[in-house]
T-cell receptor, first 116, second 114 residues
Framework: AQKITQTQPGMFVQEKEAVTLDCTYDTSDPSYGLFWYKQPSSGEMIFLIYQGSYDQQNATEGRYSLNFQKARKSANLVISASQLGDSAMYFCAMRELYNQGGKLIFGQGTELSVKP | EAGVAQSPRYKIIEKRQSVAFWCNPISGHATLYWYQQILGQGPKLLIQFQNNGVVDDSQLPKDRFSAERLKGVDSTLKIQPAKLEDSAVYLC????????????FGPGTRLLVL
């Protein structure tokens, strides 16, 4: 069964607008962490934001925020005021603290294109 | 603070040849990871080290892949012999400890097997 599902292979957004990238996950581990990474064409995975399963508030980092809905098992990334430099692949990942030895499991990714 | 370093950045080899990749993690990071990312997919963990010990190598094809981290700092990943399906980006990442810490990635090595 897929642990991390990203249903949007590609997304377009107009510069300066907000965009939401979807991510749903599946786990029975009570303690887990959710991550979003950005991968530009250069190939490096850039850490964006982290949400712990016990965190009461949604994580925010500058223009990035994570819409964490635990009951729905979703962890959508919201990028506000999109910039041309935001064009990249975006990966959602999960780490289960007790299962899987703490390794990161990635989704298939969403390719975001920001239009001027 | 210097990031995760990897070399080479690109490598083209013929099938059945051998290849090695090198990774130097962020200073002080005890945990080091090697991931394989096939085109169009998310990264998949190959092996995870805590200092110089292996934590998880369950997805490493041990008949052809090997990795070591002898002094608990830098690491090498080797493929011998390479197959066409090994064409991928090989990403190295590091974190302070194995759990509850963010992993930081290097630029990756793009391998093409012909």
């Amino acid at each position: 069964a897929q642990k991390i599902t990203q249903t949007q292979p590609g997304m377009f957004v107009q510069e300066k607008e907000a965009v939401t990238l979807d991510c749903t996950y599946d786990t029975s581990d009570p303690s887990y962490g959710l991550f979003w990474y950005k991968q530009p064409s250069s190939g490096e995975m850039i850490f964006l934001i982290y949400q712990g399963s016990y965190d009461q508030q949604n994580a925010t980092e500058g223009r990035y925020s994570l819409n964490f809905q635990k009951a729905r098992k979703s962890a959508n990334l919201v990028i506000s005021a999109s910039q041309l430099g935001d064009s990249a692949m975006y990966f959602c990942a999960m780490r289960e603290l007790y299962n899987q030895g703490g390794k990161l499991i990635f989704g298939q990714g969403t390719e975001l294109s920001v239009k001027p | 603070e210097a990031g995760v370093a990897q070399s080479p950045r690109y490598k083209i080899i013929e099938k059945r040849q051998s290849v090695a990749f090198w990774c130097n993690p962020i200073s002080g990071h005890a945990t080091l990871y090697w991931y394989q990312q096939i085109l169009g997919q998310g990264p998949k963990l190959l092996i995870q080290f805590q200092n110089n010990g292996v934590v998880d190598d369950s997805q490493l094809p041990k008949d052809r892949f090997s990795a070591e981290r002898l002094k608990g700092v830098d690491s090498t990943l080797k493929i011998q012999p390479a197959k066409l399906e090994d064409s991928a980006v090989y990403l190295c990442a590091s974190s302070l400890e194995v759990r509850e810490e963010t992993q930081y990635f290097g630029p990756g090595t793009r391998l093409l097997v012909l």
